[in-house]
């Protein structure tokens, strides 16, 4: 079986397409979320947490796209490419909400973008571990 070689990007270069990795998984889960709620779907319903938890993965799959596209990015652009992705299905969120005359919580936005971005920070730490040889100092701990 060969192995796939990707292109080695410069790290900004990585976090865009990071981000837009992420994007495929978080804005389709993020609009239905959003119609949901809309619809008189209780917030703490599981199918809303389960959406959640998918938008989270979403991040985290930005996350490892941008360690797996360039050998110089570091966790902090993990984490950018991740919180890039919620600005962007947040920002859609907030004028759907706007439009329908919705009450606006200001305050969650920047906790849900630092829990997206840790999202992709775990992304990144696994596709560094997926990447690391058997045996090297990343793949045992550090020791």
Same mark, same amino acid.
């Given at each position: 079986m060969s192995q796939v070689v990707l292109p080695?990007?410069?790290?900004l270069q990585a976090v865009w397409r990071g981000a837009v990795t992420a994007l495929v998984v978080v804005l389709p889960v993020a609009v239905f979320n959003n119609v949901l709620v809309a619809d008189g779907e209780d917030a703490s319903s599981p199918l809303v947490l @389960?959406?959640?938890? !998918?938008?989270? $993965?979403? *991040?985290?799959?930005?996350? &490892?796209?941008?360690?797996? =596209?360039?050998?110089r990015a570091g966790l902090p652009h993990a984490a950018a490419a991740a919180a890039a992705a919620y600005v962007v299905a947040?920002? @859609?969120?907030?004028? !759907?909400?706007? $439009?329908? *005359?919705?009450?606006?919580? &200001?305050?969650?936005?920047? =906790?849900?973008?630092?829990?997206?971005?840790?999202?992709?920070?775990?992304?990144?730490?696994f596709a560094r571990r997926w990447q690391a040889p058997p045996g090297s100092a990343s793949s045992d701990g550090g020791s």
């Open positions: 080695d990007l410069e790290p @389960l959406l959640f938890g !998918l938008i989270l $993965l979403g *991040g985290a799959s930005g996350g &490892w796209a941008v360690i797996r =596209l360039s050998s947040q920002a @859609l969120g907030v004028v !759907l909400r706007v $439009l329908r *005359g919705d009450e606006i919580n &200001w305050l969650g936005y920047p =906790l849900a973008a630092l829990l997206m971005a840790t999202c992709g920070m775990l992304g990144g730490m």
